[in-house]
């Protein structure tokens, strides 16, 4: 298992910014939000992906995962994971965060397997967010399950609450193909807040996973990028590490 945060957290801060949070507070990964406003997008020159491929070897601090806004309902979706693939390759990363959209599951499975076949031989794996259309994590499951890929889950913690399910529920659902588990925490009008101080079932959903013998990675997303008035991301960053080693 290995814990670290998304930088959603701290949208648009320099590379040097997040190697030097993650080296002090501890976090072992990192997972790079890919946008047009973060320093980190898909117009980078290849010198400039050696550059921040380097930034981060050279602190021992590994990119997990890129979080794209890749939708499987997009009409372009083999195009738009071409380039996030292209992307990740010179950044040296395994794994694209994809969003099922608002398609069916059948559509969604088969959008996902056509988008996987762009990444074949890349050394890059697609893995599917419990988000849009698809919160409950047996959407998730049947989109992997039909698309015959080899592609993996992102279980978000939120939307088990908003899908009305329990961390077993989800686990159960997911575990077989479960990359990451996405942890948060909400108040009751979901502001972003630390984690343990809200009403999301963190410290559950952790033990959760690890009695299940879940491997993968445990990434903090706060959602800072969206909420103004979201708790400041150091501190919340702190109890988020805290709360999973507490639980782990």
């Given amino acids: 298992m290995y814990v670290g945060f998304s930088t959603l957290g701290c949208p648009g801060v320099s590379i040097s910014h997040v190697v030097a949070l993650a080296v002090a507070s501890g976090a072992e990964i990192v997972q790079l939000r890919i946008a047009h406003d973060e ?4 117009t980078m020159s290849v010198a ?3 550059e921040v491929r380097s930034i981060f070897l050279d602190n021992g601090v590994t990119v997990d995962s890129l979080a794209t806004y890749i939708r499987l309902d997009a009409p372009d979706v083999v195009d738009q994971t071409r380039s996030h693939v292209d992307l990740a390759v010179g950044l040296g990363v395994r794994r694209l965060r994809v969003f099922p959209g608002n398609a069916t599951v059948d559509e969604a499975a088969a959008a996902l397997a056509a988008a996987d076949a762009v990444a074949a031989d890349s050394g890059v794996t697609l893995a599917v967010e419990t988000h849009d259309d698809h919160v409950r994590s ?3 499951a049947a ?6 890929t080899a592609a993996t889950a ?3 913690i939120l939307h088990t609450t908003t899908a009305d399910e329990t961390p077993a529920d989800s686990y159960a659902a997911l ?3 479960l990359s990451e ?6 108040d009751d009008v979901r502001r972003p807040v ?23 990675s445990i990434v903090f997303e706060h959602e800072a990028k969206w909420h103004a008035e979201a708790d400041p991301f150091g501190p919340a960053l702190a109890m988020a590490l805290r709360i999973v080693r507490d639980n782990w």
Avoid: H, M, Y
């Fill in 175 to 177: 575990r077989d193909r």
């Fill in 48 to 50: 400039q992906r050696d």
């Fill in 181 to 186: 588990l996405q942890i948060k925490d909400v």
């Fill in 154 to 156: 992102v279980w978000d």
């Fill in 138 to 140: 047996t959407d998730v």
């Fill in 194 to 216: 630390a984690p343990g101080t809200g009403v999301l079932p963190v410290a559950e959903a952790i033990r959760t996973a690890r009695e299940g013998g879940f491997t993968g």
């Fill in 143 to 148: 989109i992997l399950d039909r698309s015959g």
């Fill in 39 to 42: 320093p980190v997008n898909l």
